[in-house]
Structure formats: C-alpha cells, structure tokens
C-alpha cells in the first residue's frame, strides 16, 4: 500500500510516501519512495525534496495556500519527475495525518469521517495552534485526491491514554476537570511510541518487559516513562509547555508567576503566555539562539556563561525527570535518547547522563561520539546495569504504518 504522509503547520507542510503492509511491518521492510517538506505556504515557498536514492533538491514554487501546496505535492509525487515509480494519483492508496490533539475521546489511530472530523473540531479549544491545520490538511488531501481515497487521523496524545488517573490528574479542584477536562495530555506520543517500538525490536524484547525512559530532546522536549509498552508518565502536560527547559518554551514554573510578570512587566496574560512559549527556554537563558549547536559552540570558544548556563538547565532538567521516572518504575533498563539534539548531540547525552551514576549507568565515550546523523544504538558500558541508547525517531514511518493497520483492521503490536 503507497501511503502519503501529511504533517501539516501553520505555514509548512511535511511529507513522505512510503510502502506498507502486513509483511513490509513484520518483517521491517517498509520503503520510503519519497520524503521533504515545503515552507512558507502562502507565497514564494521553497520545497525540500529527499530522493530513494537521499540526495536532498530544492525548487521553489508559488503555492498560495495549503490546498494549493497539497495539489502541487501530489502532482510531482505521482510524477516522473519525482522519481517514486507512481504514474497516477489513484497510485496513492491512503493518506496518513499527525493530529496534535485527540482530547480523551481518541486513544488511537482512526479512519477519518465526519464524526472524527467533529471530534477533532471540538479539542481545537486545547490545541488552537496546530488542530486548525491538522484540519485544512485532510480537507487539502480530500480535494487533491477524492473523498474515495481512506484518510487516517493519527494523534499525539493517543499513546498517552494510558496514563492513571494519579499521573494525569492536576491537584486542582476536581470539578475543573469534571467541566473542563483540565489534565495532563502529553504529547510526542508518536515520537515515544516509535523510540520505543524500534528499541524493543533492537533489544529482542517483548512489549510487557519494556520499562524505560524515553528522551524526546528537539526544539520542543519531553520525557516519557514507558512500562509494559505502555506510558505510564510524560513531562508534558495540558499544553506543551509544561516539563523539561525546551527551544523557546520554559518548561516547569511556578504558576503565580503569570499574574506577577503581567503585573511588572505591564502585559497581558495571552503575552505571558506567549513569553513562555517563545521568547524563553534556551533562547530566553541564552539571550542568544534556540539552537543547541550554537549555544555549545558559544559555551566551548567563547566561554559564553549564559549560553553555558543555558545548557546547564537544559541538561539538568532533563536529569532530574530520568530521575524521577526511575522512581516512578521502580529503576528502568534504558535511557533512550532520540530528536535532533537527542540523536544529534553527544555532549548533551553525556551531561544529562553525568550524575546517574547511582542508578547504574556508566557512559562510554567512544561510543556516545559515534552515535550520530541518524545511527542508533548503546552508549553505556556492557556492563552498566541501566543502558543508555540513541533510537532515531521515526513518526512518520508509524503514522504510514498505523494508517495501513487501521483500514486492513491490523491490531498494532
């Protein structure tokens, strides 16, 4: 089955195609024809394509709105151009889309139909900045392809319903939950749940032995305790904005700090909350950037000490949630680290590691500089008692593969 893969933003459009079915899942054989993104929907957008063959193109193209960019995307796909072998877009079998938020109604992958579509509709009120184009993307899917072709709604924080009430509930009065459904969420669920798919199939465990911490370390972070396969915990809570030091978001503070900033710095609470989510994090400590790779090399030649300090929170922050996740657990087998900075960056791997050596992880340092563009695999001794792992992250792959299970009627594994 070829599946299109749509991860749609406000002015961005990620996508692949990939090949998939029972035996391709079984066997871990599934082929990507194709995979890139376009940005800045709305104008002159510039389009990144990556080839079979991982030779990445640019081109550019006037795309005045998502639907515009979705046409033009399927159009070059089933194109000879593209180089995926589709000659028509009835070639193209379904289509896969990430949903940030599926509220407490959708705890799994679903195919899309009018009801879903309404569901979706009504959890905008807790994801405002990014259902809304969740949404226009099964409309442009819809219009390019036909109401023929199945669409499958995967989200975010599905993989998280399975939280107990003791670690979703906020010690709030209980009616605002009741009312409102004010609780922990979490999100990163399908980066989370491929980290931890693909560590298990590296490892030769079975689901219910799986008790780990999952790092998910990008611009946006969280942490993630998985046991018996299943989420158990997660550092993000109703917004993303809660857990570990993030890109630009704070993560964790104290919530009278709203009223008392608004106060003192003369701003609403809407600003506040727009400070929080993107003026602060490692780019608010910093003064400088939101990007790891520079503030490291600022800390290393300039001996910047706020790009230093910055670094410092991220990593220990990020510390202390493994900490507590391993004493949610009962201890863990591994720390598996995935996103750009988590798969990317040995030096930070090996800071939020320093100090965890009470609970039995001992780093390797040769093997945690070699892990990186997109190598997987252990960083921690033979023979320390608690792992450590980098598993690049592959929601793309899970979303493709979910949309095949939920039209074959497939049970995940």
């Known amino acids: 089955m070829n599946i299109l893969v749509l991860n749609v933003g406000s002015a961005t459009l990620k996508f692949q195609v990939v090949v998939t079915d029972a035996d391709r899942i079984n066997t871990d054989r599934d082929e990507r024809l194709i995979r890139g993104q376009i940005e800045r929907i709305g104008g002159e957008s510039i389009i990144t394509i990556r080839g079979a063959d991982g030779v990445s193109r640019k081109r550019t193209a006037s795309l005045r709105d998502l639907r515009a960019a979705v046409d033009w995307l399927v159009g070059f796909v089933t194109s000879e151009e593209s180089g995926t072998g589709l000659t028509s877009r009835g070639e193209l079998h379904a289509v896969g889309h990430r949903v940030v938020h599926g509220g407490e109604r959708f705890r799994s992958s679903v195919a899309i139909d009018s009801s879903v579509l309404h569901g979706i509709e009504e959890t905008i009120e807790l994801a405002p900045l990014h259902n809304p184009h969740n949404l226009r993307g099964i409309e442009a899917a819809r219009a390019a392809l036909g109401s023929g072709v199945p669409q499958v709604a995967v989200f975010d924080t599905a993989f998280h319903h399975t939280l107990p009430e003791h670690a979703y509930l906020y010690a709030i009065p209980y009616p605002l939950y009741r009312r409102h459904k004010v609780r922990r969420y979490g999100f990163h669920g399908t980066s ?76 609403t609470l809407p600003q506040v909350e727009a400070l929080l989510n993107n003026q602060s994090g490692l780019l608010g400590i910093s003064g400088l950037t939101n990007d790891m790779r520079d503030l490291l090399a600022e800390a290393d030649e300039h001996q910047d000490r706020r790009a230093k300090l910055a670094i410092d929170i991220f990593c220990y922050r990020a510390r202390k949630y493994v900490g507590s996740y391993l004493a949610a657990m009962g201890g863990a087998d591994a720390i598996v680290f995935a996103g750009g900075v988590g798969e990317n960056s040995p030096e930070i791997r090996r800071q939020i590691c320093d100090g965890l050596q009470w609970a039995g992880l001992h780093v390797d340092p040769t093997a945690n500089e070699a892990l990186t563009h997109g190598r997987e695999g252990r960083f921690s001794t033979d023979e320390s008692p608690l792992a450590a792992w980098v598993v690049p992250t592959d929601e793309e792959l899970l979303i493709a593969r979910d949309t095949f299970r939920v039209i074959a009627g497939v049970e995940p594994t």
Not at 196 to 225: E, F, K, M, P, Q
């Open 192 to 267: 989370h749940r491929s980290i931890a798919y693909r560590w298990r199939t590296l490892t030769g465990r079975d689901r219910a032995d799986v008790r780990i911490v999952t790092l998910h370390l990008g611009n946006g972070c969280s942490a993630c305790a998985i046991k018996g396969g299943a989420s158990i915990d997660t550092s993000m809570g109703f917004t993303p904005l809660e857990g570990l030091v993030m890109g630009t978001r704070s993560g964790d503070i104290d919530a009278a700090l709203l009223d008392y900033i608004a106060a003192k710095e003369g701003l």
